[in-house]
C-alpha cells in the first residue's frame, strides 16, 4: 500500500520559514519524480515544485522561486520542502505527490497529474 504522510505544518508570521517533510512507502521510491502542491482556501489545487528521481533538476512555480527549496534524500524515501520569506497568500494546506518517472513527468505535475497524492498539511501565514 502506498502511502505519502506530510508533516511540519502550522501557523508561523509572514517572515517566517517552516519545513515540510514527507515520509513516502509502498513504491521504489528512486523510480517517482515527486511534487509540492497547495490548495489556498477557496481556490483549487496549484503546482508548486516538482524535483526529478535523482533530485538533480528541481522546478518552481514563479511566485515560490528564490523563497522555497524542494529536496529529496532517496535513502529515507523522504521528500522536504524548505519555505522561507513566507507570505501570507503562501497560506494553503500542503501536499506531496507522486508520479513514476516517465519523459512526461514533468510537464504531468505541472499540470496535477500523478499517480499519488499524500492527505496534506496545513500552512497558515499570519501575524
Known amino acids: 500500500q502506498v502511502q505519502l504522510v506530510e508533516s511540519g505544518g502550522g501557523l508561523v508570521q509572514p517572515g517566517g520559514s517552516l519545513r515540510l517533510s514527507c515520509a513516502v512507502s509502498?513504491?521504489?521510491?528512486?523510480?517517482?519524480?515527486l511534487s509540492w502542491v497547495r490548495q489556498a482556501p477557496g481556490k483549487g489545487l496549484e503546482w508548486v515544485s516538482t524535483?526529478?528521481?535523482?533530485?538533480?533538476?528541481?522546478y518552481y512555480q514563479d511566485s515560490v522561486k528564490g523563497r522555497f527549496t524542494i529536496a529529496r534524500d532517496n535513502h529515507k524515501n523522504m521528500l522536504y520542502l524548505q519555505m522561507n520569506t513566507l507570505k501570507p497568500e503562501d497560506t494553503a494546506v500542503y501536499y506531496c505527490?507522486?508520479?513514476?518517472?516517465?519523459?512526461?513527468?514533468?510537464?504531468?505535475?505541472?499540470?496535477?497529474?500523478?499517480?499519488?497524492r499524500g492527505q496534506g498539511t496545513q500552512v497558515t501565514v499570519s501575524s
Open positions: 509502498g513504491l521504489t521510491f528512486s523510480n517517482y519524480g
Open positions: 505527490a507522486a508520479k513514476r518517472w516517465t519523459p512526461d513527468t514533468i510537464p504531468s505535475m505541472r499540470e496535477l497529474r500523478y499517480d499519488y
Open positions: 524535483i526529478s528521481t535523482g533530485g538533480l533538476y528541481t
